[in-house]
């Protein structure tokens, strides 16, 4: 069983960055994928940002792309979000997830494990 722990969120004010951080309670999330959704209210869950489990391939949401950044610590057992130029359209709560394999990073129903998420307003 994967525990994971969100931290980092916050509010920022529009063109503000915020650093989002995912602990795992194994060891062994060296060799999960892990994935990177948000929810805003009154909207389905949506895909961020992924990153594979060797860090070979990092994936991102269009409406993220050149704004924010995945990566992963294995000596810290963590994976990171780096968010800049944030909008208030980037409001939402922000869940990491995990799972060993993916067809399909994108979609919610292919990750097995997921933190309890962590706030992120941004004011305009």
């Known amino acids: 069983q994967v525990q994971l722990v969100e931290s980092g969120g916050g509010l920022v004010q529009a063109g503000g960055s915020l650093r989002l951080s995912c602990a795992a309670s194994?060891?062994?999330?060296?060799?999960?994928?892990v994935g990177w959704f948000r929810q805003a209210p009154g909207k389905e869950r949506e895909f961020v940002s992924g990153?594979?489990?060797?860090?070979?391939?990092?994936y991102y949401a269009d409406f993220v792309k050149g704004r924010f950044t995945i990566s992963r610590d294995y000596a810290k057992n963590t994976v990171s979000l780096q968010m800049n130029s944030l909008k208030p359209e980037d409001t939402a709560v922000y869940y990491c997830?995990?799972?060993?394999?993916?067809?399909?990073?994108?979609?919610?129903?292919?990750?097995?494990?997921w933190g309890q998420g962590t706030q992120v307003t941004v004011s305009s």
């Open positions: 997830a995990a799972a060993r394999f993916l067809s399909d990073n994108t979609a919610v129903q292919e990750y097995n494990y």
């Open positions: 194994v060891r062994t999330f060296s060799v999960y994928a």
């Open positions: 990153i594979s489990w060797n860090s070979g391939s990092t």
